[in-house]
């Protein structure tokens, strides 16, 4: 007998930790951006606000793609331990 919708275990993190995941890739981001405009301030003199720009904003990608890949990494192995295993798929 299968088992009722409410007692089914889910492998879906909590809404905080998936809060606290998206505020730590924009926090990254923000971070990868400040490095990225500072790298290039450090190296251009006279006017060089479109470097200074693009360096920010690869930066910022940059990091902010990178912390997103440990952020789903770390909230896919919460979600297993949660369930007590590797996480399955519900019986269509």
């Known amino acids: 007998m299968p088992a009722p919708e409410d007692a089914r275990r889910s492998a879906l993190p909590s809404v905080r930790a998936?809060?606290?995941?998206?505020?730590?890739?924009a926090i990254g981001g923000?971070?990868?951006g400040l490095?990225?405009?500072?790298?290039?301030n450090l190296?251009?003199?006279g006017a060089c606000e479109v470097p200074k720009a693009i360096g920010?904003?690869?930066g910022s990608l940059?990091?902010?793609i990178g912390v997103a890949v440990i952020a789903?990494?770390?909230l896919r192995a919460m979600g297993e331990w949660k369930v007590g295993g590797r996480a399955k798929a519900?019986?269509?």
């Open 90 to 92: 519900p019986p269509p």
């Open 56 to 58: 920010a904003v690869t």
């Open 30 to 32: 923000g971070c990868g």
């Open 72 to 74: 789903v990494l770390g």
């Open 35 to 40: 490095i990225g405009w500072a790298f290039v």
């Open 43 to 45: 190296q251009c003199t």
């Open 18 to 25: 998936r809060v606290l995941a998206f505020a730590a890739i």
């Open 62 to 64: 940059a990091s902010s």
